[in-house]
């Protein structure tokens, strides 16, 4: 088992920024492969960005290529999202994932174990 919790939320205005953090507390934390997903209220969980093991490998959804970044500082056991040009549309709980048996875990949430408890992001038009 893997605990999971993120934070950096909050509210900020159209067109600004917010990175969010997502630090472990396991064993070795780069043997998960790791991913963020948001959630809006009565909306399904979406895929947001995908990260391998070592860093090597990121892929993300289209709705925010260009605009989000993933990354992840294995010796802080950390993975982050970096979001700019925010939009209302982002508006969503975020939720740290990690895969346990997996190089890169995917875009679908049914392939992950491990979940963080969200961070609400907000943003104003």
């Known amino acids: 088992q893997v605990q999971l919790v993120e934070s950096g939320g909050g509210l900020v205005q159209a067109g600004g920024s917010l990175r969010l953090s997502c630090t472990a507390s396991?064993?070795?934390?780069?043997?998960?492969?790791m991913a963020w997903f948001r959630q809006a209220p009565g909306k399904e969980r979406d895929f947001v960005a995908a990260?391998?093991?070592?860093?090597?490998?990121?892929v993300c959804a289209d709705s925010v290529k260009g605009r989000f970044t993933i990354s992840r500082d294995n010796a802080k056991n950390t993975v982050y999202l970096q979001m700019n040009s925010l939009r209302p549309e982002d508006t969503a709980v975020y939720y740290c994932?990690?895969?346990?048996?997996?190089?890169?875990?995917?875009?679908?949430?049914?392939?992950?174990?491990?979940w963080g408890q969200g961070t609400q992001v907000t943003v104003s038009s």
């Open positions: 994932a990690a895969h346990g048996s997996a190089y890169y875990g995917g875009d679908d949430p049914l392939k992950y174990q491990y």
């Open positions: 396991g064993r070795a934390f780069s043997t998960y492969a």
């Open positions: 990260i391998s093991r070592s860093g090597g490998t990121s």
